[in-house]
């Protein structure tokens, strides 16, 4: 039995169905997806992804900004839709809705225990507005207080989305030209020391993909940086041991040109066995 998790920000679901999402959905193997930077309303996304998904949002209570969700093929009764856990505890205002859902997958591994699977939409920040830098930095430190409490209750978890931090310098094909931009800089990077380097937790695309430099998930509209494959990694799927374990395979689904792209980044698939 295998299980296959995909997570991509859409840049807006309306823009992405109408710049060709239906195809990438028609085509994939995920049983289920988390979405990032939804940008409408929970009632139209079931409507915008389609036949064939069971879907629950949580939406931005500021309009036309954030929104995530989580879409599971509706032949999957092993996950509790109607169990989701909208918002992250620990961080209030307007700034952090739209963020982060939570939803329960029925004892994937056979022992008992359920797997949370989160999607998480991270404040991108921008080192010239510092309140901005402020609220990311209050919700990575809301982040890693909730993944704490996910493994203290024994369960698997993958935290997936855009997470809007490379990690590494092979996670940026221009990393000396930003080593003073947020996503890449130190003290971001450095809760992501945390969890994968200090913690209890493990990038499954890097450990499954090697090295690097790459593969990348995000591409700047600007210039060429689509065609010449200057991208950032910032979508990320981060798991539990036991289920990263488990993990047989990975891959980006970049689209083959510009033109054909549906959102400025790219599908991150993985399967688990």
């Not at 979405?35 to 064939?52: K, S």
């Not at 620990?90 to 952090?96: L, P, Q, R, W, Y």
């Not at 507005?129 to 698997?156: I, N, S, W």
């Not at 092979?170 to 945390?194: C, H, M, Q, T």
Request: charged content about 25%; proline content about 4%.
């Amino acid at each position: 039995m295998t299980f296959t998790l995909a997570t991509v920000n859409v840049n807006g679901l309306r823009a992405a169905a109408r710049k060709g999402m239906a195809d990438w959905l028609a085509a994939t193997t995920a049983d289920v997806i988390t979405l990032q930077e939804v940008r409408a309303p929970d009632e139209l996304i079931a409507d915008l992804v389609g036949e064939g998904w069971s879907i629950v949002g949580e939406a931005s209570q500021l309009k036309g900004r954030a929104g995530v969700a989580i879409a599971a093929r509706t032949e999957l009764e092993r996950i509790d839709l109607d169990g989701m856990r909208r918002g992250l505890p620990g961080v209030e205002g307007d700034s952090h809705t739209g963020r982060w859902l939570e939803a329960d997958l029925e004892d994937p591994l056979g022992n008992g225990k359920e797997l949370t699977v989160i999607s998480c939409y991270m404040h991108s920040g921008n080192t010239e507005k510092p309140q901005t830098m402020t609220d990311k930095y209050a919700f990575l430190d809301a982040m890693m207080e909730r993944l704490a409490q996910l493994r203290a209750d024994g369960r698997h978890a993958v935290l997936t989305g855009d997470i809007n931090i490379a990690h590494r310098e092979v996670d940026i094909k221009n990393w000396k030209g930003n080593l003073k931009s947020a996503g890449f800089l130190p003290e971001e990077r450095a809760y992501l020391d945390r969890l994968l380097v200090e913690g209890d937790w493990v990038d499954v695309h890097r450990t499954l993909a090697g090295e690097g430099p790459g593969p990348y998930t995000w591409w700047s509209q600007r210039g060429k940086a689509y065609d010449n494959d200057s991208g950032w990694r910032i979508d990320y799927q981060i798991a539990s041991p036991e289920i990263a374990a488990r993990a047989t395979a990975a891959q980006v689904d970049r689209a083959p040109s510009y033109d054909t792209r549906w959102s400025d980044h790219a599908p991150l698939v993985v399967t688990y066995s």
